[in-house]
């Protein structure tokens, strides 16, 4: 990236946890239809129902699919409690259509913000609902404000529900040590990603060979330890040196998966699967993409050209 393509990077990261940008743009039904249309070529739909038929689309290609109702930092308990009602009609759907998916979600969209305990409670509820059914929940990773607590909280929940996983972010300085107290702790997957959002100085490596090599370092930290994790990353070099330690390490094709965003090299996935490697490809949906969107073109400038040619059409 050159020097203008990374302080456009930080400022869509920065833009993109504006509450009061998300809530115009919201609120404002012309500008949202407009950024819709750039919008669309990332997300499964603004609702469960267009979400659940392009993951059975995904499904007809054998690529399994993980759904996500988009949103985060809810500071309203009822709606806290609405979209924890979501995510059980999304999970009971997942099992009675038969579709070949498991559930992400934030644990700030169902309470975080407001209260520690709202969130435990909920996300208890919803590990219970899924629980039954072999559904794996698997928890996001969201600003380093709320690292601790998303930890905590997974560590709690962890010993009783092995269907629930975690999203280790690799570019915290602190997720080596986070990742030690994790393999002690608690069972289930780990999703293993870069990191998204913008951070207090000190907080995180820039991307870069850095990042690189740390990244690598925590996944092979994973397979050493025998436990099933998510390759999360977009970047082709990553995924070959990955495959290079599964190999090194024998790691049976049950204890990891190559999972990328909708929209996204989606040529990479294919091939990967072509391969022979377990893939997945990650589907958000629902009204809130504003923060979504930003990200996705702050990971890669460019896309923000593809965005206007999107909104043009
Ligand atoms: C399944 C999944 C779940 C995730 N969950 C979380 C989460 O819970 N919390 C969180 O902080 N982050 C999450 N992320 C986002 C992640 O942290 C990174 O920001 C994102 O994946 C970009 O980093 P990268 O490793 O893919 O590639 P980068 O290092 O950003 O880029 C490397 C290369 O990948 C390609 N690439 C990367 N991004 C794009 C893009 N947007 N458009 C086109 N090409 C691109 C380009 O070729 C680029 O040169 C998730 C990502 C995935 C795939």
């Known amino acids: 990236m050159t020097d203008l393509q990374k302080k456009a990077s930080e400022a869509l990261k920065t833009a993109a946890l504006n509450e009061s940008a998300k809530d115009y743009l919201l609120n ?33 290609e054998n690529l399994p699919t993980s759904l996500e109702f988009m949103g ?3 500071y309203n308990t009822r709606e806290a409690r609405e979209v924890t009602e979501e995510f059980l009609t999304l999970v009971n759907r997942v099992k009675t259509e038969h579709i070949n998916s498991i559930v992400s979600l934030d644990l700030s969209h169902i309470g975080l913000a407001i209260d520690k305990g709202l969130a435990f409670e909920n996300i208890t509820s919803l590990a219970k609902a899924t629980r039954p059914n072999d559904i794996e929940l698997v928890i996001s990773a969201e600003g380093v404000e709320r ?4 930890i905590d909280i997974f560590c709690r929940l962890s010993p009783d529900f092995a269907n629930i996983g975690l999203t280790l972010q690799a570019y915290l300085y602190r997720t080596p040590k986070d990742l030690e107290r994790i393999l002690k702790e608690t069972q289930g997957k780990i999703r293993m990603v870069k990191g998204a959002f913008a951070t207090p100085e000190g907080h995180s490596i ?35 040196e990955v495959i290079t330690l599964l190999n ?12 990328m965003l909708l ?16 893939c997945r490809q990650y589907i958000v949906y629902g009204k809130e993409w504003y923060l979504y969107l ?5 990971e890669n400038p460019e896309n923000l050209f593809q965005a206007v040619v999107d909104i043009v059409a």
């Open 28 to 60: 404002n039904p012309q500008l949202f239809a407009l950024l819709l249309k750039a919008v669309k070529r990332y997300i499964g739909g603004e609702n469960m129902e267009q979400a659940i038929s392009r993951a059975k689309e995904i499904n007809h």
């Open 147 to 150: 690292t601790d607590d998303i």
């Open 72 to 74: 985060e930092s809810v």
């Open 248 to 259: 090194k390490h024998q790691t049976p094709p049950s204890d990891y998966e190559f999972e």
């Open 206 to 240: 820039p991307r870069g060979k850095t990042l690189d090599r740390t990244y690598l370092q925590l996944v092979e930290t994973l397979l050493v330890n025998k436990r099933r994790c998510s390759i999360a990353t977009h970047h082709d070099r990553i995924q070959d």
């Open 294 to 298: 930003c990200n996705r073109i702050a």
């Open 263 to 278: 929209g996204i090299r989606e040529d990479l996935l294919r091939k990967l699967y072509a391969a022979g490697h377990p």
